[in-house]
């Protein structure tokens, strides 16, 4: 497996719909900046937001496990091979991702379980 770099490429705000629907004064997220880097494989990083993770992972999931290697969706969405760009799913304040997979190979935090009650 191998680890995904996340750069957040913009924070959106749809004003229209946030006008119609949004709590007043509701702006971009406030969570993530344009320009921020996090590298990903199995597990959300640190201070990732949790709804944009369970809206991306499954890319980070495909691109960490070799999907890089080939065109997402048959050719027809990304040109480049091991890149999605992706977003999360707030509709009224959307963040942009561009995933790219790489060549670093992820290491599984593993601390034992002491199963046997002495400590």
């Known amino acids: 497996m191998k680890k995904v770099k996340i750069t957040v490429l913009e924070t ?23 320009g921020q880097v996090f590298y990903a494989d199995y597990a959300k990083p640190e201070g990732f937001c949790d709804e944009a993770w369970k809206a991306i992972y ?3 999931f495909a691109l960490a496990h070799g999907a890089g290697e080939e065109l997402f969706y048959y050719g ?26 790489t060549q670093e190979t992820s290491q599984i935090d593993y601390t034992p379980v002491d199963r046997s009650g002495e400590g």
Do not use: H
Request: hydrophobic residues 40%; charged residues 25%; proline residues 6%.
């Open 12 to 34: 959106t705000l749809n004003s229209a719909l946030a006008e119609e629907y949004g709590v007043k004064g509701l702006k971009a997220c406030p969570m993530m900046e344009k």
């Open 58 to 60: 499954q890319y980070v």
């Open 76 to 101: 027809d969405w990304i040109r480049k091979p091991g890149v999605a760009i992706v977003c999360c799913n707030d509709g009224l304040r959307p963040v942009l991702f561009k995933l790219e997979a």
